[in-house]
């Protein structure tokens, strides 16, 4: 029973369109990085573009809210379009949900608290630290350390390379996590397991099923 909502939910949640752009916006980054790096023959100048990623991500936010949620909104007016968007989202999400429950047979609040223990044994507490963050720092500090000549002094070329390897390291890094984070919050299963329990008890304590 509980496979067949996971199922169900996951296929037509909002969370699922959201991971679409998401791909299709990181493979686009990526593209451009490597053709403006070759075309220009350095990496630096494909580091511009890192700041073009939030701009297009919320414009898809703006454009989502405009013409699917039917709100009156301004494009300069990020923090409420944002909010709008988010608790848009998620009430269509909630509603998907009560459909999906119903349709299963968890159509009654004990049954609907039952899905929430359900859930809460499943959904893992452990926190994950910055441990790769963490250990991508600790190699590139042996890079510098060994980088030194022997008057304790870095040419310009090592440390240009040291300060590329950096900011490289750093980007990955956070196009990683942004990635993951993205693609785990509308397929991974403990986020899924999160998503499940959070609506559930919202439903549940706002007596949505009844």
Not at 71 to 98: A, C, G, H
Not at 102 to 115: D, T
Not at 117 to 123: A, C, N
Not at 130 to 138: E, H, K, P, V, Y
Request: some cysteine; overall charge positive; hydrophobic content about 45%.
């Amino acid at each position: 029973m509980y496979y067949n909502i996971e199922k169900e939910f996951k296929k037509n949640s909002y969370y699922k369109k959201d991971l679409v752009f998401v791909l299709i916006l990181l493979l686009s980054y990526i593209m451009l990085a490597i053709i403006i790096g070759s075309l220009l023959n350095s990496v630096w100048y494909s580091y511009g573009l890192i700041p073009l990623i939030i701009p297009v991500q919320y414009t898809y936010i703006y454009h989502i809210t405009k013409k699917n949620f039917n709100f009156p909104v301004k494009y300069w007016d990020l923090k409420r379009n944002v909010q709008i968007y988010m608790n848009e989202r998620k009430s269509r999400d909630t509603k998907l949900l009560i459909k999906v429950c119903e349709k299963n047979g968890i159509n009654s609040r004990p049954k609907v608290l039952e899905a929430i223990r359900h859930y809460q044994v499943l959904v893992p507490r452990n926190i994950i630290g910055s441990g790769m963050f963490l250990s991508l720092i600790a190699v590139i500090i042996s890079v510098v350390a060994f980088s030194f000549n022997e008057n304790n002094v870095i040419s310009s070329e090592r440390f240009q390379l040291i300060m590329a390897l950096f900011l490289l390291a750093t980007i990955l890094y956070a196009l990683f996590k942004f990635t993951i984070n993205q693609i785990t919050s509308s397929f991974g299963r403990k986020a899924l397991y999160r998503k499940m329990e959070d609506i559930l008890s919202l439903i549940y304590f706002q007596s949505l099923i009844k």
